[in-house]
Nanobody, 122 residues
Framework: QVQLVESGGGLVQAGESLRLSCGAD?????????MAWFRQPPGEDREYVGS???????FYATSVKGRFTISRDNAKNMIHLQMNSLLPEDTGVYYC???????????????WGQGTQVTVSS
């Protein structure tokens, strides 16, 4: 029932920008407490990037704060991740996620998209 589809990944050089998008089903988008972006660098574990609540409050990992911006498009049931001043260490598979209650440790109530690849070259 929960559907999350990411798009917008690609290959860019350091210093350039990308915008990722995540489309969600209406029920998830309207009722889940938090939607978020995670990423998984090559050979590493998945890590938190940032999130946005239904209140429009946003939160970011220290590593991306000031460079990345999360936003909601309520008319289209989408969230976006604007990534500026990209660095090689930003490389990884980026995942859209939705948490029903805002608890990322609650596996039964958290959902994930298929991921989109972002590669930043030096």
């Amino acid at each position: 029932q929960v559907q999350l589809v990411e798009s917008g990944g690609g290959l860019v050089q350091a210093g350039e920008s990308l915008r990722l998008s995540c489309g969600a089903d209406e029920r998830t988008f309207r009722t889940f407490a938090v939607m978020a972006w995670f990423r998984q660098p090559p050979g590493e574990d998945r890590e938190y990037v940032g999130s946005i609540a239904t209140t429009n409050n946003t939160f970011y990992a220290t590593s991306v704060k000031g460079r990345f911006t999360i936003s909601r498009d309520n008319a289209k049931n989408m969230i976006h991740l604007q990534m500026n001043s990209l660095l090689p260490e930003d490389t990884g598979v980026y995942y859209c996620a939705a948490s029903q209650f805002g608890d990322w440790g609650d596996r039964e109530n958290n959902y994930w998209g298929q991921g989109t690849q972002v590669t930043v070259s030096s």
